[in-house]
């Protein structure tokens, strides 16, 4: 971001603040439509593309200087909303790739995958940016600011950014006609090394994934 950039958001830190607020709505509106299911076969190209948008704004976040909110200590917001029923739906329309396994630092040496799931991921960064929205709805925009930028680098942006790669990952695979390695028994309850990983994801899927995953290749 240019310095002339950063001066003019600046100068007007309530025209960043609505436009981060509509990029992060977008999110939000476009995912939750996603997990309804009613295009099955557009489920990976979309969250690829909602999950790519969302990191541009998470992208402006970080470049942006630190945010101070006007409290000392976080207002109430309310209760959490509830992103049980999204996380459910997300996994039975991601099944059989959701599980996936991730470097979480790539500067820790010799760190071991582990594995994660899409679905859990993405409930957890809506539940990330639906706490700075009741924010930014009540009025407390500064608050809403430090909140998304303080997450982004402590939660949502790593996250967002592991599934953009698992996302994009299988439609490599499936554009590129190639088998996807199957994580054989691989579950987020597990806690495994190297090789342990290598065992699991040694099987090779016997049929395209295309069809299964419900993915239609676009022209």
Known sequence: MSDATLHAIAQNPDDFAVQIADQIESFLVAVTEVAKGDEP????????????????????????????????????????PDADGLRENLARLLDPVDV???????????TAPVAARISDDLADVITDLGHGMVHYRAGRTAEALWWWQFSYFS???????????????????????QPLEELDGLDTDQDLGDEALEVEAGRVMAEEIGTPLGIRQVR
């Open 41 to 80: 076969g557009s489920t990976v190209p979309f969250l690829l593309l909602e999950v790519s948008q969302l990191l541009l704004a998470g992208g402006r976040l970080g470049a942006h200087e630190d945010f101070l909110p006007d409290e000392r200590y976080e207002p109430d917001p309310g209760p959490e």
């Open 100 to 110: 996936y396994s991730e470097v979480f630092d790539p500067y820790a040496p010799r």
């Open 155 to 177: 939660n949502w942006g790593p996250t967002a950014s592991a599934v953009l790669r698992a996302l994009q990952s299988v439609l490599i695979h499936v554009r590129l006609n």
